[in-house]
């Protein structure tokens, strides 16, 4: 029983960073709302190069200016697990 309630000793967190389903139906809308756009394509290649381009400009956004979580926050989980 105790196990289960590990997860209540660490610091409150974002629930919009922690509940990953907004952040993948955003990313799918998104990457829907880009291939839209374009209509047809040519080839699969086409919609797999545009696609990993905006995934690739997806991730450097997050890991440069908007931290899934911040250092702070995963220093204060490390001192609690220590």
Same mark, same amino acid.
Request: proline letters at 4%; charged letters at 25%.
């Given at each position: 029983m105790e196990? *289960? $309630?590990t997860?209540c !000793?660490f610091? *409150?967190? !974002? =629930?919009?960073k +922690? @509940?990953?389903?907004n952040?993948l139906? /955003? $990313?799918?809308k998104?990457i829907?709302r /880009?291939?839209? +756009? +374009?209509?047809i394509?040519?080839?699969?290649e086409?919609?797999? /190069? $545009?696609v990993s381009?905006?995934l690739m400009?997806?991730?450097?956004d997050?890991? +440069?200016?908007? =931290?899934?979580l911040?250092q702070q @926050?995963?220093?204060?989980?490390?001192v $609690? =697990? =220590?």
């Amino acid at each position: 029983m105790e196990n *289960s $309630l590990t997860y209540c !000793d660490f610091p *409150s967190l !974002d =629930a919009r960073k +922690v @509940s990953s389903n907004n952040i993948l139906e /955003r $990313l799918n809308k998104e990457i829907r709302r /880009r291939t839209r +756009v +374009v209509g047809i394509f040519p080839n699969p290649e086409s919609y797999i /190069r $545009l696609v990993s381009i905006y995934l690739m400009e997806y991730s450097e956004d997050w890991s +440069v200016g908007r =931290a899934y979580l911040s250092q702070q @926050s995963i220093s204060e989980i490390e001192v $609690l =697990a =220590a």
